[in-house]
């Protein structure tokens, strides 16, 4: 079943990983926004045991899922992309960016079989990298990042996709069907919105970065972005 409600999540630089695009130093938070009635929307959020396949069928049915399998399959897709080698990226329109990223999200949709999200590009605050609108169905990326050329911005884009993409995995799990076939992974998902999302400002950084949620979507990414090599002539990482 499908919530009415939205997730948002906005990333902002690690000290080390500073771009271009952005003159202050602003460290890599997430938020996530719930509905007003939290408490009826938790309740959707099932914990009993006899809601998990049991280990034998989840590794029979859900093997596709398995996120080595999936990240790799992404990796090979973007590697195959022509239009992701900086010298190609630095002469693509804003709006023909948008379409590779689309198509980069359409990919990765049918790797994790969940809904697609449109992405959209907009100007968005310095030091948000973008953010996933779980009700609007779409994922909006900072167009400072796709205006600038440099290697580490285009880094930083395509892994932006990956993580917020991998938020959209998380929620498809939770609210409409669970496809994850690590069990405790996809507990610690549930149990992260159930009990409530942490942001940074309200319960510090530490606690933030350290939710399941925002681990899990971190180590993902940062696992798809290490296995670019995009030819001979440059790299992502």
Known sequence: KVMPDAHRSLECALPEQQSDCRSQ???????????????????????QDDSFPSVESV?????????????????DYLNGLEE????MWSNLSIEEKEEVFQRIERQFSEVARRPEMKIEIEELSPGIHGFIDWRGKRIVINACLLSSDTPDDLRTSVKTLIHEGRHAYQLSNVVIKR?????????AWTTNLQTGY???????FQAYYMQPIEVDARTFSENVV??????????LV
């Open 25 to 47: 130093k602003r460290m890599w938070q997430s938020e996530v926004a719930l509905p007003d009635d939290t408490g009826g929307w938790q309740d959707h959020l099932n914990l």
């Open 179 to 187: 496809t994850e076939p690590n069990i405790e992974r996809f507990k």
């Open 226 to 235: 290490s296995q670019l090599k995009l030819g001979e002539r440059s790299s």
């Open 198 to 204: 942490k942001n940074a400002a309200q319960f510090g």
């Open 59 to 75: 590794e029979a049915d859900f093997a596709q899922f398995d996120e080595f399998k999936q990240a790799k399959l992404l990796a």
């Open 84 to 87: 992701l080698h900086p010298e």
